[in-house]
């Protein structure tokens, strides 16, 4: 049973201070990496949910020792190819699209047979995205039409390939990337910027050959691999897409303001600080600082009565892809016609999003159009809701309830919200900071 919870107050005014888990991004990937470095590595504000307790089990099934203890997670890395894989082992990686497709990579030098499987909603995601690009590598896959399962023999005769990644997809560029450290010469990827975090740790933190320019409206990204690399302590920002909700959540209350600690604000993430900014919300970035290339910041958020909708500039979305279902929600309240174009990526997530997304806005009584990759949204600042709504069948999305949540909260009416389990996957304390907040829910 997963739960659903019942929402029939708005939330009353609130002036707080709060901290976001860590950013799950960047969660996987130090997991990831420090599996494969020389010694020890330790997180510190790892994230907690089940995606990263997936990603943990799988990688303790390839030999490598994780513990865990309060306020620490320490991985005794194995080196590069060092994993001690026993024959058919059966991988879940649940409901985590990025662990999943980034598992691929991990184990490319791997002969062993491994089986992918995952939940519901992640049987349903595409995986040619990555199968393509890594079968170029030299590793094979035998798939359900390009869906879980998936069977993975990877090879050790790797071999350098360059590819072209035109989706903007960060999922896809690691996973190229991640098979790039056990490939002898250099692996090139041609791609549409999207979230770096990959970069920066090679970077910053495994110190490998690495070379980022620029051409035109793509990044040429070149590794050099078979370069090992010592293990390395990460303290892990809070994660901007769980800190969105209460972003949306302080804008559409009445007198409100809200501090947000510490969280990750790199460029490739915060679209979301760009759109609403754009639309006169009144949010302020402080304190910032750079850590590991990464930068972070406090978000300072207050009520915004005064919203203007948006047309979103193309180059915004790869920057904002998780945020748009609150970004969304904060354009039914804003004056005008908001619109975003190019987001069909949005129907390749944990459910299609952009028609999730559509038919909730309608259920509200916001006028939308949607089309295969665009939305136009028709605002109403005076949108005032009384009635009963029930939000279900939305393949347990965790963004899908959070926002719905925030809606509840926000926008008044008698809401019966389904699947509150699935904020397990990102976010598992995202009730109990609303109930700090003051939120009364059931
Ligand atoms: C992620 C990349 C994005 C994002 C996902 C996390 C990552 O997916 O939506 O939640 O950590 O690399 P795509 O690569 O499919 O755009």
Redesign the pocket.
Do not use: N
């Given at each position: 049973m997963s739960g659903s919870v019942i929402i029939k107050n708005k939330i009353k005014s609130f002036n707080k201070s709060i901290s976001v888990p860590g950013d799950?991004?960047i969660s996987?990937?130090w997991l990831i990496l420090a599996s494969q470095a020389i010694g020890k590595s330790r997180a510190y504000n790892l994230l907690e949910s089940d995606d990263i307790r997936n990603t943990i089990s799988s990688i303790r099934s390839l030999g490598v020792k994780i513990k865990k203890s309060k306020g620490h997670c320490e991985i005794n890395g194995v080196g590069l190819n060092g994993f001690n894989d026993n024959k058919n082992i059966t991988i879940n990686a649940g409901n985590s699209?990025?662990f999943a497709?980034l598992f691929c990579g991990l184990i490319a030098k791997s002969e062993n047979k491994f089986k992918l499987i995952g939940d519901k909603s992640l049987s349903k995601r595409d995986f040619s995205r990555v199968i393509k690009p890594l079968n170029k590598f030299g590793i094979k896959f035998l798939s359900n039409n390009n869906k879980l399962p998936l069977i993975i023999e990877g090879t050790s005769f790797l071999r350098p390939i360059t590819f072209e990644e035109d989706?903007?997809?960060?999922?896809?560029k690691?996973a190229i990337m991640i098979t790039s450290l056990n490939t002898p010469g250099e692996t090139v990827i041609k791609c549409i910027p999207?979230?770096n975090?990959t970069e920066l740790m090679f970077k910053h933190c495994l110190k490998i050959p690495i070379k980022i320019n620029k051409r035109g409206k793509y990044e040429i990204i070149k590794v050099q691999g078979m370069k090992q690399f010592k293990g390395f302590d990460y303290n892990i920002p809070g994660d901007i897409?769980s800190a969105a909700f209460f972003i949306g959540l302080t804008i559409l209350s009445n007198n409100s303001k809200l501090l947000i600690k510490k969280v990750n604000i790199n460029k490739s993430r915060s679209g979301i600080i760009e759109i609403l900014k754009r639309m006169n919300a009144k949010i302020k970035l402080m304190n910032k600082k750079f850590y590991y290339g990464e930068e972070i910041a406090d978000i300072k958020v207050e009520s915004s009565n005064f919203l203007r909708s948006i047309k979103c500039p193309k180059k915004l979305n790869?920057k904002s892809?998780?945020e748009f279902l609150i970004i969304f929600l904060i354009c039914a309240n804003a004056k005008g016609i908001s619109e975003f174009n190019n987001i069909h990526?949005l129907r390749?997530?944990e459910s299609d999003r952009l028609k999730v997304a559509s038919n909730f806005l309608r259920q509200i009584g916001i006028k939308v159009v949607e089309k295969i990759g665009s939305l136009k949204i028709y605002g109403n600042p005076n949108l005032k809701l009384d009635n009963r709504f029930e939000v279900k069948g939305f393949l347990k999305d965790h963004r899908v309830f959070m926002m719905s949540c925030i809606a509840a909260l926000t926008m008044g009416g008698n809401f019966k919200i389904h699947d509150k389990d699935s904020v397990n996957s990102s976010f598992p304390n995202f009730l109990k900071i609303l109930k700090k907040l003051g939120a009364s829910i059931n």
């Open positions: 799950k991004s996987i990937r699209g990025t497709r989706k903007g997809s960060a999922q896809v690691s999207s979230r975090h897409s790869t892809i998780d990526e390749q997530k």
